[in-house]
DNA sequence: AATATTAATCGCAATATTGCAATATTAAAA
DNA sequence: TTTTAATATTGCAATATTGCGATTAATATT
C-alpha cells in the first residue's frame, strides 16, 4: 500500500489529479506564475529566482512538465521554458465546468 | 528535508498549492464530482461509491475539509458532506486570471 | 440499558515526495 | 581541445501520503 490506485478511477478523474498534483506545491506554483510573469522565454533564471537548489529546481520543472504544464526546449546549453497552454486550459475549463455545476445547483445543499 | 519550505512562498502560493494539493489524488476528485452530481447532501454514500476501505475515504474526506474545498455538518449519526463553494471559486478565479495573463502574451514564447 | 449504525481515529506497512550535495552531461567559448 | 556554463541525474536522509484492519466515539433505535 501507500500506492494510489489509479486504475479504480477514470482518465479524466486521474488526468486532474495529475494536473493538480503538479501545482500541489508552491514552489510549482511559483515557477509557473513566474513563467507567466517573464516576457521572454527565460531559462536557468528560474534557479536565480526561487529560495531552493538547483537539483530541487530541476525536478519541480520535471514534475511540471510531466504533467504538461510547461515545455522545455534546448537552447544552446541553456533550456527555455515556458507554459504548456494546453495544460493550464484543462484545468481552466475544468474548474469552469464544476463551478457552472455549482451555480445550477445552488442552495439545495447544507 | 522532505518538508516543503512553505515560508518562502508567498500567501497566495501556498494557498493555491494546498487547494490543488487536496485535488492531486484522484479519489479526492471523484469525492467532489460526486458531491456536486447528487442533489440531496449525502452522507457516507461516499464510502460505497468509491473503491476504497471506509477509513481512507474518511481520510480523504479529512484533506478536501482541510484545504477548504467541502464543509461537514454532523446530522444524527450521519455526516452531511458537501462542496465548499468557497474553495472552488478560489481555484477557479485562480486559473480564469491565469489564462488571461496567457492569452496577453501568446505567442511571445517559444 | 443493549444494540445497531455511522464515521472518526489509531497504528502500521508500503510507497512517494522534498531537498540537497555530489556528480554527470551537454554544448558553447576560449 | 580545454575550460566554462547550464542542467540533469544520482543517491541519500527526512518527511509525507496512501491504504487498511482494528478500534473507538457518538448517536439512534429497540
Given at each position: ?33 513566474y ?11 528560474i ?41 493550464i ?22
Amino acid at each position: 500500500m501507500g500506492a494510489t490506485k489509479t486504475e479504480h478511477f477514470t482518465d479524466i478523474q486521474n488526468e486532474i489529479a495529475i494536473l493538480a498534483k503538479a501545482l500541489g506545491h508552491p514552489a510549482r506554483v511559483a515557477i509557473v506564475e513566474y513563467l507567466l510573469s517573464v516576457n521572454t522565454c527565460i531559462c536557468g533564471d528560474i534557479v536565480n529566482e526561487l529560495p531552493l537548489a538547483q537539483p530541487t529546481v530541476s525536478q519541480h520543472l520535471k514534475e511540471l512538465k510531466n504533467a504538461g504544464l510547461i515545455k522545455g526546449t534546448i537552447e544552446g546549453t541553456a533550456i527555455c521554458y515556458c507554459i504548456d497552454e494546453e495544460g493550464i486550459q484543462k484545468l481552466q475549463n475544468y474548474f469552469g465546468h464544476i463551478t457552472t455545476q455549482l451555480v445550477i445547483k445552488k442552495s439545495t445543499c447544507c
